[in-house]
């Protein structure tokens, strides 16, 4: 009576080859998470930079109204919708208030954008979060963790920086990829 049934060396070949199998397709998948990440970082900048030189446009227009802004009755505010987002001196780019609900409120009103505030244990569970950085500016960036770091420290996020607070003197988006 024959036995059927693999011999240990033919095990031991199937094994080696779905080893090396996997060692070549894992990181091809782990790319392509990282692109895609990326990507959608880029698609992200690019549609805030245009809506934000749309919104600049409109600032211009003679028939723009300016309301005084609820909290900073020195700047001037545009008002989309009952909802007021504060125009920069320098460039009449977008001043966005500290609450990252008001934030995401204030970016709706410019962009069709599916970003998200951080959820109460500070985790970002969607693939485009937000967070306001206190000086006007926000970041949006994809899923994290973010307990035990300072959103400084994540390097998959674009940093929209106004005017008044970046060194060139304009609004500009900085980008970091170094994690994705």
Do not use: W
């Amino acid at each position: 009576m024959k036995n059927k049934g693999f011999t240990l060396i033919e095990l031991i070949v199937v094994i080696v080859i779905l080893a090396i199998l996997s060692a070549v397709a894992i990181p091809k998948f782990i790319g392509h998470k990282t692109d895609a990440r990326i990507a959608a970082l880029e698609g992200t900048k690019a549609a805030l930079s245009a809506s934000f030189e749309l919104f600049a446009a409109r600032v211009e227009l003679p028939s723009t109204q300016f309301v005084p802004c609820r909290y900073h009755q020195e700047m001037r505010c545009m008002l989309i919708n009952d909802i007021q987002i504060r125009v920069t001196n320098e460039d009449d780019h977008p001043f966005f208030t500290i609450t990252d609900e008001a934030i995401i409120s204030q970016l709706k009103q410019l962009v069709d954008l599916d970003v998200y505030k951080l959820n109460d244990e500070f985790i970002a569970e969607h693939s485009l979060n937000l967070i306001g950085d206190y000086e006007g500016g926000f970041h949006v960036f994809s899923e994290i963790d973010a307990n035990d770091r300072d959103i400084e420290e994540f390097g998959c996020r674009i940093h929209y920086i106004p005017s008044n607070k970046s060194e060139s003197g304009r609004s500009e988006f900085v980008t970091d990829y170094s994690e994705c």
